[in-house]
């Protein structure tokens, strides 16, 4: 019985241990970012840190003003973000439009826009190089329209759905979606057309 009674003590601590091992600080960003970092100092201007098994001589560095929140090693957090005036938002604020953000990134699907990028893309190569800017400008003007629904997984409150806070956050992140895979999709696409008319053009000589 004693002898099961130590296997039992050293096995909760060796996972113990391990679980330590892998434990970070988390660095919240304003973007909806996360940081996990193995230690950190905040200083005037910038918040440094180091990454666990990180093999750069010198701190990695992110600006102050960038940093919501860091949660410690033991569960607590450090809030950073501080209102400078009555027209900020507060601190519950930017933690509803931080979740926003985090949720879009998620949850939100731009398959309408990578879509409709890869078919402006593949139209535009017949101009051949003088298209390569199409792309750019038409990621650009998709950027500027938000979603017309949010897509929200099961267990988000029906408050905080319906918060200014949680929707410009998600907003913002959705068009921020739909700029990187139009651009992404509609470059591909040309690509491949501008490809395809110069192999049409050199087997039709």
């Known amino acids: 019985m004693a002898m099961k009674a130590s296997i039992f003590l050293a096995a909760l601590f060796l996972l113990s241990v391990i679980e330590s091992g892998f434990a970070q600080n988390k660095i919240l960003l304003i973007n909806g970012k996360v940081i996990e970092a193995e230690n950190y100092t905040v200083g005037d201007i910038f918040v440094t ?45 930017v933690r509803l439009y931080i979740r926003g953000e985090q949720v879009a990134k998620t949850h939100y699907n731009s398959t309408g826009a990578s879509v409709s990028s890869a078919i402006i893309g593949a139209g535009s190569s017949i101009l051949y190089f003088y298209a390569l800017p199409i792309p750019m400008l038409y990621g650009v003007v998709l950027g500027r329209f938000n979603p017309r629904k949010m897509h929200l997984p099961d267990n988000i409150e029906p408050a905080v759905a319906e918060s200014e806070a949680f929707r410009l956050g998600y907003e913002k992140s959705a068009r921020n979606t739909k700029i990187q895979k139009s651009l992404k999709w509609g470059y591909i696409s040309l690509g491949v057309g501008l490809a395809g008319w110069i192999i049409y053009g050199v087997s039709d000589k």
């Open 49 to 93: 840190y180091k990454k666990a098994g990180d093999k750069r001589s010198g701190a990695r560095a992110v600006d102050r003003y960038d940093v919501f929140s860091i949660t410690n090693l033991d569960g607590t957090e450090e809030v950073l973000y501080k209102p400078i005036d009555s027209l900020d938002f507060s601190v519950e604020d």
